[in-house]
């Protein structure tokens, strides 16, 4: 994508090709490269203010930047020139930061009314599964699976419901069409971690091992798609935590989102620093997100960090998010 957008701007200049420097923009942006993406959207925007989809990226691309409130901001403009599914959807992800999940839900069911398509009923079971719904993420996972049979990603969520209800020989399967599909290290390391569940060490061990080699290939190339997941694989995968502090740091260079404040909380508190992680974890709740994992995460700290009461509300508020918190999820 990113070489098509390139050769599209050599052969218009950005000033009369606002399409090319809008697809460059896409492309850095699926790239996790936020600020080039938000530098060439806005680049299009001072070129064209009505672009659209140059306003969108813009949008997405501060909110992955931890701007909430100029993310906010944008997509409300979207909202007054245009209501589409795709901006629905980009406020249903704000408002779910914001810890309105069912609002964010209802959103998510608007814009499936308007454009039926397997993406939206992927997110609405997301969110159904990191509340703890089961049975309502299943039913939007075949819905999806309706739409879009086979699909890679449908059958990767099927996956994760499988193992946290404890199927995990259906999960494996399903991990294995997966893999076949999309031989991506994240689903590596789901894999290894579904056979950890199962107490099947050195199966484990050895898709550990190749996701753990996906992710180093991929930053060797350059590209910073798997920082995030390489904190959470040494946190809680494989256990090293100095390489967990660092490449959650690396991570948020390249964002400010809430979650990557919360992977560098969780890694300073794998080193004992709990002092800065706790400043962190208050970082990581600065919007009021209800996610069970990171409340939870949000209790371990401040109770380590002799904060026992806010330790205690958090994990209460976890297990009224989702009761089932403590079972199979995969590093996201």
Wanted: net charge negative; with cysteine.
């Amino acid at each position: 994508a990113a070489a098509t957008a390139h050769a599209s701007l050599k052969a218009g200049p950005a000033t009369q090709n606002t399409g090319g420097l809008v697809g460059l923009s896409l492309a850095e942006f699926e790239a996790h490269h936020f600020r080039e993406a938000l530098a060439l959207s806005q680049q299009a925007l001072g070129i064209d203010s009505q672009n659209l989809g140059a306003l969108a990226t813009t949008g997405d691309a501060e909110l992955e930047l931890g701007d909430y409130a100029e993310a906010e901001k944008i997509y409300t403009t979207l909202t007054n020139l245009e209501i589409s599914p795709s901006i629905e959807a980009r406020i249903s992800r704000l408002i779910e930061l914001k810890g309105d999940n069912e609002k964010a839900i209802q959103l998510l069911q608007d814009a499936a009314t308007e454009q039926n398509t397997e993406w939206y009923h992927i997110r609405m079971g997301e969110i159904f599964f990191r509340t703890g719904q089961f049975d309502q993420a299943g039913h939007e996972y075949e819905e999806a699976q309706k739409l879009a049979p086979g699909h890679f990603l449908v059958l990767e969520h099927l996956a994760e419901l499988q193992a946290a209800r404890g199927n995990y020989s259906e999960a494996t399967n399903l991990y294995g069409q997966v893999i076949l599909l999309i031989p991506r290290p994240d689903y590596f390391q789901a894999l290894g971690d579904v056979y950890l569940y199962m107490g099947k060490v050195a199966e484990a061990k050895l898709w550990h091992d190749k996701a753990l080699a996906g992710y180093l290939k991929s930053i060797a190339e350059g590209h910073t798609y798997f920082c995030h997941h390489l904190a959470g694989f040494y946190c809680d995968s494989e256990e090293n935590p100095a390489e967990a502090l660092r490449w959650a740091r690396q991570d948020l260079e390249s964002r400010h989102s809430v979650y990557a404040h919360d992977s560098l909380a969780w890694a300073y508190y794998k080193n004992g620093d709990y002092v800065k992680a706790a400043a962190e974890m208050d970082q990581a709740l600065s919007l009021g997100t209800k996610d069970a994992h990171l409340l939870y995460h949000a209790s371990m700290i401040f109770s380590q960090a002799g904060q026992l009461d806010r330790g205690s509300s958090f994990l209460k508020l976890a297990l009224n998010v989702n009761p089932r918190y403590n079972t199979f999820h995969v590093h996201r």
